[in-house]
Nanobody, 120 residues
């Protein structure tokens, strides 16, 4: 059994900052790519940022220069530092990870989501 648990969402004013965290736990052998996605009602879930096990990063154009993804491989955690937040960043944010379990099965796992609201 593998779980991803996000934290750090909330309400913030435009121009403010938030830091999201996502911890993976359970029967984990290794973790590959990790990422953050977001979704607003009526729209498809979109990639915000991803990071490989070696630290290579990728960002959506809409967040480049404002968001930073990082990971702590020792603690199976991925972070998303969000600065200069805009109202259009309002969404439910989900983390995901490509995880090889102790049974050596590889699957993509998702967290339950955390709400980020940017509003004055």
């Amino acid at each position: 059994q593998v779980q991803l648990v996000e934290s750090g969402g909330g309400l913030v004013r435009p121009g403010g900052s938030l830091r999201l965290s996502c911890v993976a736990s359970g029967s984990i052998f290794s973790i590959g790519d990790m990422g953050w996605f977001r979704q607003v009602p009526g729209k498809e879930r979109e990639l915000v940022a991803s990071i490989s096990s070696g630290g290579a990063t990728n960002y959506a154009d809409s967040v480049k220069g404002r968001f930073t993804i990082s990971r702590d491989n020792t603690n199976n955690t991925v972070y998303l530092q969000m600065n200069s937040l805009k109202p259009e960043d309002t969404a439910v944010y989900y983390c995901n990870a490509r995880i090889k379990t102790l049974m050596l099965y590889t699957n993509t796992y998702w967290g339950q989501g955390t709400q980020v609201t940017v509003s004055s």
